[in-house]
């Protein structure tokens, strides 16, 4: 098995900021050069301001321990030049070598040099603790399926760099990109996003009235296209009745006509289309199977959309055409509705799909409840459905109000026999055999134990 030439030693990601600061420390990582046992550190700088000359950075340097280094001296690294390089980073593609016993680093920004003469240093009473931020990745399906529509619709600049939803704070305001920023400034010193913009499209009530409001026009779309398959059927009953009155061999050249065009709309994946004009047909050669046939596809096309309600609806209909009882179940498993799961899984015994997810739904049906710590009794884990809460109480923070995190379980961390769920920067497994649940935070574990 091949392994990196590099061992990640550390992930050096900055919590403290200063708001005025001209440039940053983004980002780095500590690194060794397993084949030549050299230890590298990379550096991500941003400029925030124009007209920089330079920019000191102190390292201190730790041994594996977190001891300070014998006989080293905190490393002071100068960028030169800084108003010669055209792009906004600097820092990423010069590694610079440390003494090999080095195993950790914490760095800071020290002094910035203008090219007016002027010089910032760094004023710790002036540093802020950046808040934690809800990750993009960590909402429910749905709903970062419409920060995706949301893209598409008015694609942001930089948009890959954001990951979290803003925080609006007395005296700041956090960007999705994770940069604290003065109240004062209209776009993110680091990534250029609008403020505006970002608190308008990027906090849950938004997205969760667009997702709503985008799963009910695909409901009234859905209404709007019975109506016109009604008013079809009516329209296309009315032609073969008259037809009839002429001969049955018209009759069988518009039925063929008809068929053929439902043919063409499936291959066209106009599905709602085509299951109109096979329903016209009645019983004319398959068109009951291929009526069955674009309702079903549609419905997958549906699922692809997360319209799952909508999905649930045909594969209810469809009843046992191909594996849409399979569906059914699964969506009821994905939506939460883990009782009528079991009843619809259960009952497919043949089906080895419906098998797995029968077992994933009883290891979420016996995951269900309140679980507490059973080191402080303080904090607890609420699971409901696919949708884990947490909640801390209030004597811990000096804001006098709970903290909250809901995160929503992935289908791919949920197995007959194991749970894993992340909110970071604690692990969290749930182990069905045994119904114990433990949080880990680097060598550190918690049990849980369940209340109800």
């Not at 983004?26 to 550190?41: C, R, S, W």
């Not at 004023?123 to 399906?141: G, H, R, V, Y």
């Not at 096979?278 to 009526?291: A, T, Y």
């Amino acid at each position: 098995m091949t392994t990196s030439r590099y061992h990640r030693l550390q992930e050096i990601t900055p919590d403290q900021y200063e708001l005025e600061a001209p440039a940053e420390i983004e980002k780095g990582a500590l690194l060794l050069d397993t084949q030549t046992k050299t230890v590298i550190l990379q550096l991500r700088v941003n400029k925030l301001k124009p007209n920089i000359s330079s920019i000191m950075i102190r390292a201190d340097l730790f041994d594996d321990v977190g001891r300070v280094l014998k006989g080293a001296d905190p490393l002071i690294l100068t960028y030169s030049d800084v108003n010669l390089i055209e792009t906004e980073v600097i820092g990423e593609q010069t590694p610079i070598i440390l003494d090999p016993s080095v195993r950790q680093v914490e760095v800071s920004l020290i002094e910035v040099h203008l090219t007016s003469g002027r010089i910032w240093k760094t004023q710790s009473k002036n540093l802020i603790q950046k808040p934690e931020q809800i990750a993009i990745l960590s909402l429910e399906p749905g709903l970062k399926a419409q920060v995706d529509r949301e893209y598409e619709i008015a694609p942001p600049k930089n948009s890959k760099k954001l990951k979290f939803l803003p925080i609006q704070s007395k005296d700041y305001w956090v960007c999705a990109c994770g940069r604290p920023n003065p109240n004062s400034s209209v776009e993110c010193e680091r990534c250029g996003i609008d403020k505006n913009w970002g608190f308008a499209i990027l906090n849950i009530e938004y997205l969760r009235n667009k997702f709503d409001a985008f799963l009910e026009q695909s409901r009234l779309s859905e209404l709007e296209q019975k109506k016109t398959r009604k008013k079809t059927t009516r329209r296309l009953i009315a032609i073969i009745s008259f037809a009839t009155l002429l001969t049955m061999l018209i009759y069988y050249t518009i039925s063929s006509i008809k068929y053929v065009q439902g043919l063409d709309l499936l291959a066209l994946k106009q599905y709602n289309e085509a299951s109109t004009v096979f329903e016209s047909l009645g019983d004319f050669r398959n068109s009951n199977e291929l009526m069955n046939e674009a309702d079903y596809q549609r419905a997958a096309e549906l699922v692809e959309n997360l319209a799952y309600q909508m999905a649930l609806d045909i594969y209810r209909d469809l009843n046992s055409y191909k594996d849409s009882e399979f569906y059914h179940g699964k969506l009821e498993y994905l939506a939460g509705d883990l009782l009528t799961a079991r009843t619809i899984l259960q009952q497919l015994k043949d089906n080895p799909d419906a098998k797995k997810y029968l077992e994933k739904t009883n290891a979420l049906l016996k995951f269900q409840g309140t679980w507490v710590d059973e080191l402080t009794g303080d904090y607890i884990i609420v699971v409901s459905g696919r949708e884990v809460t947490y909640a801390l109480y209030e004597r811990f923070l000096d804001d006098p109000k709970h903290f909250y995190y809901k995160v929503y379980l992935k289908d791919d961390n949920i197995t007959s026999d194991r749970i894993t769920f992340n909110n970071e920067p604690f692990f969290y497994t749930y182990d069905v055999a045994k119904n114990k649940l433990t949080e880990y935070l680097e060598d550190i574990r918690i049990t849980f134990h369940r209340t109800n």
